[in-house]
């Protein structure tokens, strides 16, 4: 959690490959002023991150702002902002879908680092869930609760191989434990995805592919331990921030997927109870009553 509110103090750009579609995208960062949040812009128009642009789709996250303009795979990038606290911040991409580099936040995150941080004397503010919210599809769900911001995800890879990890926004390094980990898919399921138009641009420099047995077929193996597993949480921590800024609650999912977390965004977005904005002094009250109240519970 970060105390203000943070622009990057000079423009900066970078271009890669688009997953889905396979084609060459230049993605331009801007600094904005204090207050303006999370904004894409395209000819002249400039538009905040908000749920009513959400396009639920399985495979990546779609904020779809006009009839002639939406961005997509959105997600990696706002988790990257999540992760080093950068609240306002213009983003332009020359097509619909954002570059991929390598499949994680990384490379989002060290084009933030590179631009350089700038604060603000300004507050953060966050999004304080008051009640909880659960979506399901099939056995897979996702799960927030009132509490302590924390994340466990339960990931099923293959018939006999599963993953779980975990992510405290209050003691976990995002940048070294979340922000590294890789996109993946199950070998198996690839050519089917290729048939259906995605993946395009995907290769083992921008994912992890799993064989049956869990393995990976990368020839450097794995970045992290539960890397698969981390990459949901990195999933989750972007999709959220559709929200327009970081959700306080404690979030249990599994097996996640862009549509679960998109659909559990819309649901807080709908019902203004269920939910309180708060500057940071307010949240550290809050989480500090939260934990006193847990600590005793245990103790008794």
Partial sequence: MYQ??????????????????????TLKLFPAPSGTGICFRRSGSVYPLHPCYIEIKNFHTVLRFSSTFCVQTVEHVLAACL????????????????????????????????????????????????EP??????NSYITLTPGLPFIHVSVPLTSIYQEEANFSFLKDDFYRNIAPARTFSQLSKIELMR??????GGNLECAVVLQEDGTTINPEGFRLPQECARHKILDILGD?????????????????????????????????????????????KYIQAVSEKKSFKYAS
């Fill in 83 to 130: 992760g080093l606290g950068v609240t306002d911040i213009i983003i332009e991409c020359s097509q619909e879908e954002l570059p991929f580099f390598d499949g994680s936040a990384l490379h989002f995150s060290s084009m933030l680092h590179a631009a350089g941080l700038k604060e603000f004397k300004e507050e953060s503010e966050y999004l304080v869930l008051q």
């Fill in 195 to 200: 048939q259906k138009g995605l993946i395009q």
């Fill in 133 to 138: 919210i659960s979506v399901s599809e099939g």
């Fill in 240 to 284: 959220f921030m559709t929200l327009g800024a970081p959700c306080i609650a404690s979030i249990e999912s599994y097996a996640p997927g862009h549509s679960r977390n998109l659909k559990a965004v819309q649901c807080i977005a709908k019902n203004a109870d269920s939910y309180r904005r708060m500057k940071y002094s307010d949240v550290k």
């Fill in 4 to 25: 203000y509110r943070k622009t990057i103090q000079c423009a900066i750009q970078d271009q890669g490959i688009t997953i889905h579609s396979g084609v060459a995208s």
